[in-house]
């Protein structure tokens, strides 16, 4: 009987299993205090982003004084420029080198893959558009879901395989295992 592949460990196309590399009941530091310093972040995060679109809202508003009303018809893009300020923010904040927004950094926090390894641009992106879906669907009740698991992690974080942990911690603890 031919082999079909299916079942081979040692092919390279077959999909590893990795472990979990944060351990919340041997490692409970990283995850102390998670919750309570996400919440701060976003509300930094919040702010980091409302900054420059409010100061966009107020060129548009003089702009369109100076044009004797013809500047206000840009008013439209500021929803859509808000959503792509956001989407970018997030996902080059998140997959820079620190795998942080602004308000993460602050608070000391920091993103990861399950496996341990750093996020990445796309991973930082997604993470912000399932945030803000699960939040508009599910009402912010969701944010309740973190407390109920041992690595503190949301609704996004789970679909997404992302864990938040504390960057101070990590580098007193051992670091993931590395393939």
């Known amino acids: 009987m031919a ?10 196309n077959s999909a590893e299993f990795r472990p979990h590399a944060f351990d919340p009941w041997m490692q409970p530091e990283l ?16 702010l980091v982003l409302s900054v420059p679109v409010i100061f966009g ?22 929803s859509p420029a808000s959503l792509i300020w956001a989407i970018v923010y ?16 602050i608070m000391d926090l920091e993103m990861r893959t399950w496996y341990g390894e750093p996020s990445y641009f796309v991973l930082g992106a997604m993470h912000a558009i399932l945030f803000w879906i699960s939040m508009s669907i599910f009402t912010p009740l969701i944010l309740l879901l973190g407390l109920f698991n041992g690595r503190r992690r949301l609704l996004h974080d789970m679909l997404l ?3 938040v942990i504390n960057n101070s911690a990590l580098g007193a603890v051992a670091q993931p295992y590395r393939t």
């Open 3 to 12: 082999d079909s592949g299916f079942n081979n460990a040692n092919s390279d």
């Open 31 to 46: 995850f102390r205090g998670v919750l309570t310093r996400r919440f701060f972040a976003f509300l930094i995060d919040l």
């Open 57 to 78: 809202v107020i060129f548009i508003a003089m702009f369109g004084v100076v044009t004797l009303g013809l500047g206000w018809a840009l008013f439209w893009l500021v």
């Open 90 to 105: 997030y996902g080059a904040s998140l997959g820079g080198p620190h795998s942080a927004t602004v308000g993460m950094r």
């Open 161 to 163: 395989g992302t864990v």
